[in-house]
């Protein structure tokens, strides 16, 4: 499981950014800013090795994380 690198609260992230979620709905969701969801944002796709929005949705969908 790729997804085992991941913090829970990176977790968390990375469901709502599969789900289509903005950075500005992610933050107000977790009661965070912005600018911290950007930087987790940023280490999620380093950590996973995703160049873009799409492999990170087809590694949710193939995780089992979201459904099609």
């Known amino acids: 499981d790729p997804l085992h690198v991941l913090?829970?609260?990176?977790?968390?992230?990375?469901k709502l950014?599969?789900?289509?979620?903005?950075?500005?709905?992610?933050a107000e969701i977790l009661s965070i800013s912005p600018k911290t969801v950007g930087v987790h944002h940023t280490?999620?796709?380093?950590?996973?090795a995703l160049q873009n929005a799409a492999q990170l949705?087809?590694?949710a969908i193939s995780c089992k994380v979201i459904e099609t």
């Open 57 to 59: 949705v087809r590694l």
């Open 43 to 48: 280490n999620i796709m380093k950590k996973l």
């Open 17 to 26: 950014l599969a789900e289509g979620k903005l950075i500005s709905e992610i």
């Open 7 to 14: 913090s829970k609260r990176e977790f968390q992230l990375f």
